[in-house]
């Protein structure tokens, strides 16, 4: 996992730079936090479908009623703590 642009992604949500966060978000399909970011943009969005798509496959869909805010707040603390790959 290339864990420091899923960290820049993070940041752009926050910011809410939504399209660079999920270009990156997109550019990392299939790992799981990748994929749990892509579904809170989505849900950020109001594109609640493609959300619940997004939960579904990174296994997350306890989560899908969860505040945006605090998703990123966990997504973030979960890659601070990820070691990086070269």
């Not at 997004?54 to 603390?77: F, N």
């Given at each position: 996992?290339?864990?420091?642009?899923?960290?820049?992604?993070?940041?752009?949500?926050?910011?809410?730079?939504?399209?660079?966060?999920?270009?990156?978000?997109?550019?990392?399909?299939?790992?799981?936090?990748a994929d749990w970011l892509h579904a809170v943009l989505h849900?950020v969005e109001g594109d609640v479908s493609n959300a619940r798509?997004?939960?579904?496959?990174?296994?997350?869909?306890?989560?899908?009623?969860?505040?945006?805010?605090?998703?990123?707040?966990?997504?973030?603390?979960?890659?601070?703590?990820?070691?990086?790959?070269?």
């Open positions: 996992m290339t864990t420091g642009s899923l960290r820049d992604a993070v940041a752009h949500a926050i910011a809410g730079r939504w399209d660079e966060a999920h270009g990156i978000a997109q550019a990392h399909e299939g790992e799981a936090l849900k798509y997004w939960y579904r496959r990174a296994g997350r869909m306890a989560h899908v009623d969860d505040d945006p805010a605090a998703e990123l707040a966990v997504i973030g603390a979960a890659l601070a703590d990820a070691r990086p790959t070269s």
